[in-house]
């Protein structure tokens, strides 16, 4: 028993050591001024889905910080902008002459990845779909019409994306400064 004492110990150093106390403390915040930033939005426009809009910001955001580096969240923040607004766009044309039925969507999904592999969108407009179904859901049970409902969720996740890339920025430029400060 007394030799497990100190590899307990050693475990729960690395673990301490582990925790990157300044980037979850700014990606929570991050998280907090999507989530009042997307709600705050669509409440001007559409109050009773406002915690729909705060929660795409706020999963924006969360999706941005996840990245390995600041490139890298600026490429996924672009793919969720370009997929939000082509995904809205598409649900905004189906919803304009169709009202929603599971066989209208699962056509409709089907023709946004072929229009998304036209345009040669990466990763084949993943976000497009899941912006796609969301809008078309929510007209189900929603008085929004179809041009609120996909403008509120492309803005909401640009607040997201852009709130999570300007903190991705301010954390690369803290991680660059301690990096030169610390030779």
């Not at 390995?68 to 672009?78: V, Y």
């Not at 929603?100 to 040669?120: A, E, K, N, P, Q």
């Amino acid at each position: 028993m007394k030799n497990i004492k100190p590899i307990i110990e050693a475990l729960c150093i690395r673990a301490i050591k582990r925790i990157k106390l300044g980037f979850i403390t700014a990606k929570t915040l991050a998280v907090f001024a999507s989530f009042i930033a997307g709600g705050a939005l669509s409440a001007l426009f559409h109050n009773p889905s406002a915690y729909l809009g705060a929660m795409l910001s706020a999963i924006s955001t969360i999706v941005v910080l996840q990245q390995e580096d600041l490139s890298k969240s600026i490429n996924q923040g672009w793919l969720r902008v370009l997929g939000s607004f082509i995904g809205a766009l598409i649900a905004f044309i189906y919803l304009s002459f169709f009202p929603f039925t599971l066989i209208g969507m699962t056509i409709t999904i089907f023709f946004l990845g072929i229009i998304c592999m036209i345009l040669s969108v990466p990763d084949n407009g993943k976000m497009a779909t899941v912006v796609l179904i969301w809008v078309l859901i929510r007209s189900v049970d929603s008085d929004q019409s179809p041009l609120l409902n996909g403008f509120l969720r492309f803005s909401e996740s640009a607040i997201g994306v852009g709130i999570g890339l300007v903190t991705a920025w301010i954390l690369a430029k803290l991680n660059s400064l301690f990096k030169s400060g610390q030779s």
